[in-house]
């Protein structure tokens, strides 16, 4: 799949998009802000269970990033994808990228919060193509695949 140019391109797109929001997310603090809840306080985003709202297109694209998807907690109480240094995942679900805190939004304050979403935005409307782009290549191949939408 990775030799599709469509899906290399979007890809590429993703993970650019990807590098924008990681840079702003630990410039603003939010990293290891979302560390350390997701660690020590059994976080407000990333509770047991928001896995569920991850889809089988969405988690394929992590692998085809390189990222392994966990079978078993290796933080008991939180997501299963959560590790000791955060998300194990490169592409994430809306809610875990969108979701800002009521401690996350004060640490910010209004006008970085608002950057932080707009670069966000962009991010998630890459995945959304990517997501697309696998796909389409699927259902072209014959492979049958049922979206869950969260």
């Known amino acids: ?6 899906i290399a391109m979007a890809l590429d797109r993703y993970r650019e998009l990807m590098g924008q929001t990681q840079l702003a997310m630990v410039r603003f603090g939010v990293v290891a802000g979302c560390t350390r809840c997701a660690q020590e306080e059994q976080g407000s985003c990333c509770f047991e269970g ?16 390189g990222c392994d998807i966990p079978e078993e ?7 299963l994808f959560v590790g000791h ?13 969108h979701y800002l805190c009521p401690r996350l939004q004060e640490s ?6 608002k950057v932080l979403l707009q670069i966000l ?15 389409r290549w699927l259902r072209a191949h014959g492979v049958s695949v049922h979206v869950q939408q969260p």
């Open 73 to 79: 907690k290796e933080v008991p109480g939180s997501c």
């Open 50 to 65: 928001i896995e569920d709202g991850y889809n089988t297109s969405l988690l394929l694209l992590n692998q085809l990033m």
């Open 85 to 97: 240094e955060g998300c194990k995942l490169k592409g994430r679900f809306y809610f875990c990228l």
């Open 1 to 6: 799949m990775l030799g599709v140019p469509a």
């Open 108 to 113: 910010l304050g209004g006008e970085r919060a």
């Open 121 to 135: 935005g962009k991010e998630l409307q890459a995945g959304w193509e990517a997501e697309m782009a696998v796909l």
